[in-house]
């Protein structure tokens, strides 16, 4: 049991140390505001890799938005009667 938790901390540690990697790549390779770094894709994926105190955002910055429910279109008009002759 104690080797399994060996391996699964190793590759957790292996992928922390890969999305660091990729966020650092990232940073290198684009300019911008560089407090915007921490909220890109990037900056999510090293948190969830190494936590969420690995990069500090701001409070429900990883919470998507609600979804959007589009209302139904409303039913088209009757069709005009036709004339009485």
């Known amino acids: 049991m104690l080797v ?3 391996v699964a ?3 957790t540690a292996q992928t922390c140390d890969e999305a ?3 966020y650092n790549e990232f940073r290198k390779r684009n300019a911008m505001e560089p407090s915007q770094y921490a909220l890109t894709t990037y900056g999510a994926a090293v948190r969830a890799a190494c936590g ?3 990069l500090p955002v701001p ?3 990883d919470t998507p938005p609600p979804p959007r429910v589009r209302k ?3 039913p088209p008009p009757p069709p005009p009667k036709p004339p009485k002759s």
Request: hydrophobic share 40%.
């Open 72 to 74: 139904p279109k409303p």
């Open 59 to 61: 409070p429900g910055t």
């Open 52 to 54: 969420p105190d690995a």
């Open 9 to 11: 901390t190793a590759a």
């Open 4 to 6: 399994l938790l060996g």
């Open 20 to 22: 660091w990697a990729d």
